[in-house]
């Protein structure tokens, strides 16, 4: 038979394989699909779940250092939009930005740069709080209020910062897929742009100048009318169809285009 301090030491060992295969879920799940609000909403859900926070957050940073995106848990719609702006990174949200390391404390009001909590914010006490880095800086993830304990352990902030670190590599997934699609996208435009321009123009030019060589064969004025109007249709028309291109076109790639465009339309201005 065990003693009660063996069966202590077992219910311990048990309990942290359980808190092990759950990260490894956790990060299993986080990175199991390529959206990245999808992405950013699983790991904000899995990091409270498997520390027992009741509320969670990850911040998102912006190319100008602060908070573009913060995706929140436990938090309702109502006291959302109640707090009505993005926090600012500073007192203990902005130390994770300046100096990236785990911070645990019993009491976050109690932190030395502690600056409260805005209007309409729930009121939390112990907080954890890990950066999150992938390529580049991507953030931090905050959880508060452990449901269990008056603070997080140890062994929390240990389980954090692996699935933070997972997290990385799952943002950095997802961005780059974002990237590729948009890629995919801009490619998929300069076919379509070229085609009008290839096919589409050119047959319609083709078809006016052909129409235009008809006139003096033709005797009746009202057949001649006509004619000159439906060539100034067609000259319309391949008007519109180069503005579409032209908005189809990533500027990095159009400026020639355009350019060549811009002369010929001038040109016929000029001769007509």
Known sequence: MFSGSKWSTVASVQRSDARLQQLLEAMLSIGSDLSLPT???????????????????????????????????GVDESTYDAVGRLPELKGVLGVLMTDPKPVRVRDVSQHPLASGFPS?????????????????????LYLTDHQTA???????????????????VAIDNARLQASLEHVAVLEDRERIARELHDKVIQRLFATGMALQTTL???????????????????????????????????RSRRGVRVDVFARVDAVRAVAE
């Open 120 to 140: 309409g914010h729930p009121q939390m006490t112990s907080f954890l709080g890990v950066p999150i880095r992938g390529r580049e800086a991507v953030g931090s």
């Open 150 to 168: 008056d603070e997080f352990s140890a062994e929390d902030e240990q389980l954090a910062v692996m699935l933070a670190a997972a997290s990385g």
């Open 216 to 250: 003096p064969l033709t005797t009746r004025p009202e057949v001649s009318d006509r004619v000159n109007q439906a060539v100034e249709e067609i000259d319309e028309t391949i008007r519109d169809i180069r503005r579409t291109i032209f908005a189809l076109e990533s």
């Open 39 to 73: 992405v950013l909403q699983r790991i904000v859900d899995s990091a409270s779940k498997l520390v027992d926070a009741r509320y969670g957050a990850l911040g998102v940073v912006g190319d100008d250092g602060q908070l573009s995106e913060l995706v929140t848990h």
